[in-house]
């Protein structure tokens, strides 16, 4: 039986494809390509070692989901597919339930149709809103600040719900913190369209001259040299915890939240200065405002994720960033 990854073909989906692979795992990739290229496809079967079948469906099509149910034999779902940026989602909010919401709920529709009740779904650390509690557990009181936040904890809620009706469904909610870095072999990785919003991103155009200089939003933070701090991830890494979610889902029952996060964070200009050394490029930048929703700190207990999955991140910051430049030097 194989495992249905569904954004399969997107930043994190593409990685954890390729881990999945490497491990043996059967897997079918489905994606709508509405942010990922096809070339990608080609990519996960050159690192993953064998071929897959590969579906362009979108969540929101019932039928296109069906079909995919009755020609494959899923076995359980890890479940990438989304929207993503929070000022995006802040403009379109209608888009981003209809995807994310909408969408999530056709497919556990269709999955309950088949019997397949194993999940892995992307959630976030932004389930944790504005809280200052640092480090977020994941019995944190929860809130949001846009409706892209409001997507995740709705779905947390859904498949809490799903769980709860029956008690054959098994769904890890992996709350990421922030996933950055790229795949070794520099094939793989973030290059979203337009102007970064996230801070790697951004940073590695910079440092390819593609931007001129990064803006640090807000200095004055109640942090050690007053820019945000945050729990950064190397992609891999997740993509690894996973594998060990979805073994979690074949011999648990419920659902589970869980952080997976590093436990450490470094503030803005740790990052670059982080980035500089690992690169050898200078990366300008100015102080600027705060950006409007943003906190100060933000890292997790990972201490479930070691109890439960016998999973950590094994990745420090330098070789996040080495991976990002390696991945960004080499775009055109
Ligand atoms: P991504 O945009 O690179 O990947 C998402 C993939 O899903 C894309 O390939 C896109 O084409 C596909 N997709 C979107 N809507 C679809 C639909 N309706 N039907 C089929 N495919 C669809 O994003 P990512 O960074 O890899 O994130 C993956 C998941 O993790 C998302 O759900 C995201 O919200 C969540 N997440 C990401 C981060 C992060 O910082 N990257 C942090 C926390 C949670
Ligand atoms: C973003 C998302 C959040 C998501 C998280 C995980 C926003 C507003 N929030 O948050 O929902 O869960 O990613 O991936 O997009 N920074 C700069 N200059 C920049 C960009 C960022 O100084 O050009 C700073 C930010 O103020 C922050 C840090 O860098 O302190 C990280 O920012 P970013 O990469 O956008 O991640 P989050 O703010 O954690």
């Known amino acids: 039986m194989a495992i249905l990854v569904t954004g399969g073909a997107g930043y994190i989906g593409s990685h954890t494809c390729v881990e999945l692979l490497q491990a043996g795992e059967d897997i079918v990739l489905l994606d709508n390509f509405s942010n990922a290229k096809p070339e990608v496809i080609d990519r996960i079967r050159e690192l993953g070692g064998r071929d897959f079948p590969l579906y362009a469906v979108d969540i929101l099509h019932r039928e296109g989901l069906e079909k995919v149910f009755a020609r494959e034999e899923i076995e359980a779902v890890i479940h990438f597919a989304g929207l993503k940026a929070v000022g995006e989602s802040v403009a379109i909010p209608l888009d981003?339930?209809?995807?994310n919401v909408a969408g999530t709920l056709n497919l556990c529709q269709v999955m309950a149709r088949h019997g397949c009740k194993k999940m892995v779904f992307s959630s976030s650390a932004t389930v944790y809103g504005t809280s200052t509690d640092v480090p977020f557990r994941e019995d944190s009181p929860l809130s949001t600040t846009n409706p892209y936040g409001s997507t995740k904890r709705m779905v947390e809620d859904i498949l809490r719900d799903?769980?709860?009706s029956d008690g054959e469904w098994s769904v890890c909610l992996l709350r990421?913190?922030?996933p950055i870095g790229a795949h070794k072999s520099g094939l793989l990785g973030e290059d979203p369209n337009g102007i970064p919003n996230n801070l790697l991103p951004y940073i590695a155009r910079v440092a390819a001259g593609k931007l001129k200089q990064l803006s640090v939003y807000g200095d004055d933070y109640d942090t050690p040299d007053?820019?945000?701090v945050r729990d950064y991830l190397h992609v891999v890494d997740l993509a690894i915890g996973h594998l060990k979610a979805l073994d979690f889902t074949r011999s648990h029952k419920g659902a589970e939240a869980i952080n997976l996060g590093t436990g450490r964070g470094y503030s803005v200009l740790e990052v670059v200065k982080a980035f500089e050394k690992a690169s050898g490029v200078k990366v300008?930048?100015?102080m600027a405002p705060r950006r409007p929703g943003d906190i100060a700190?933000?890292?997790?207990d990972?201490?479930?994720?070691k109890k439960l999955l016998n999973w950590q991140a094994a990745?420090?910051?330098e070789e996040m960033c080495a991976d990002t430049w390696n991945f960004t030097s080499r775009q055109g």
């Open 96 to 99: 981003y339930y209809q995807n």
């Open 162 to 164: 799903l769980c709860a």
């Open 176 to 178: 990421y913190f922030n």
């Open 226 to 228: 007053g820019t945000g």
């Open 284 to 286: 300008p930048y100015q």
């Open 297 to 300: 700190t933000c890292y997790a």
């Open 302 to 305: 990972p201490t479930k994720a």
């Open 315 to 317: 990745r420090e910051l």
